[in-house]
């Protein structure tokens, strides 16, 4: 048994494919429903802790959902780029990014990547100056101090992290953003083979450049969602929320963005907090 082995499909005939895909992803949408359903639960209890360890769990799933709606509507014909979006299902860091990019109203594919481009850094500066202290990447930092109690040391200070902290977090903060998306396309028959025929139709021969704008992905978002009615595939519990999230929060396509970890030393961090320092001093 080989776990982890996404990358498994394009062993399969190309016919094949979206059986498969649709497999899996009705398989995640019924995962993500449980999993939200629980949360509602552990919210109306008052018990943040645990709400948003299984909201973190669910966003998770969730933009698994979307990189594999991803792979289909960037096809098949780029083997090497799909094989590089496959494996993003695996990454923590991948996800994180994902679910936070859904939040967002980019107006064009180059501010979604300069976003993405932002969550990738291992370490960064932030405070009142944006520059007053060394962060470690804010993705893998929410996910992991939301699950463990840590000892961290930052510039030279240690300390014990809980996720006790998270007990006095607002419960209006989940779900997240993603797991309603990933659940609203899913009602709208988005995880059914015939579905993903018709969004793979869509895209197929579209071009995407850095200064391709929203309005063209909305276009195309429109034309899916009328054509999954036309086939009768919209689910009955569909909502005027859920036609929202679909038209408006289901970005461009991230196939071609990279989410691989960029890697900054604490060494770079300090010599641009000391520039910044002599700067105002001129």
Known sequence: ????????????????????IAEGLALLA??????????IHLQ???????????DGLASEEAA??????????????????VRGQLRTFY?????????RLVEGRPADLAEVRGYAESLRHSLYLDGPNDVDWIFRNRVEADREESLY????????????????RLSDLKLSSWPSMVIDLALALHRFGCTSKEGLEIIAKEWEGVSLDDDTHWVKVEAINKSILEKLGTAGLYSNNLTQVDVRLALEQWIFPLGGVDFSPIKVTKTDLLAERERWGASQWQ
């Open 1 to 20: 048994m080989k776990p982890r082995d996404l990358v498994a499909v394009l062993n399969v005939p190309k016919a094949k494919r979206l059986n498969l």
């Open 30 to 39: 019924e995962h993500v429903s449980t999993l939200r359903d629980d949360l």
């Open 44 to 54: 109306e209890a008052g018990r943040s802790r645990g709400a948003a360890v299984i």
């Open 64 to 81: 698994k959902m979307l990189i594999v709606w991803d792979v289909v509507r960037m096809g098949w014909t780029d083997i090497d780029a």
């Open 91 to 99: 990454s923590h860091l991948a996800r994180g990014i994902y679910a």
């Open 149 to 164: 109690v840590d000892y961290v040391t930052s510039e030279g200070e240690s300390a014990w992290i809980t996720p006790a």
